[in-house]
Nanobody
């Protein structure tokens, strides 16, 4: 089973920035649309951002609440997915996970995620 490892979370003040990273243990990484998700305590995991395969153009999409603030990008050579988060808000506080996109037929084994806390 393919595993992913997320990193880069931490405590940041409102208006600050963080860059999250995710590495997959599988060379099929490039075959899949990838996504970042987040989960608030006691709620379901929700989609934050997606990026298509480079072969299909690498288009990106974001949930409305992060548009203009977050940027998703991928490095297939390193099986790596990143999320640049700027202008962070307290409501961005959550555990962030990466995995294949929601429409993909395959889901990687969920990692432990990385905690992002936005607080003054």
């Amino acid at each position: 089973q393919v595993q992913v490892v997320e990193s880069g979370g931490g405590l940041v003040q409102p208006g600050g920035s963080l860059r999250l990273s995710c590495t997959a243990s599988d060379r099929t990484f490039s075959f899949y649309a990838m996504a970042w998700y987040r989960q608030y305590p006691g709620t379901e995991r929700e989609l934050v951002a997606t990026i298509a395969t480079l072969k299909s153009g690498g288009s990106t999409d974001y949930v409305d609440s992060v548009k203009g603030r977050f940027t998703i990008f991928r490095d297939n050579a390193r099986n790596s997915l990143s999320l640049q988060m700027n202008s962070l808000k307290p409501e961005d506080t959550a555990v962030y996970y990466c995995n294949t996109g929601p429409d993909e037929s395959r889901t990687y084994y969920w990692g432990q995620g990385t905690q992002v806390t936005v607080s003054s």
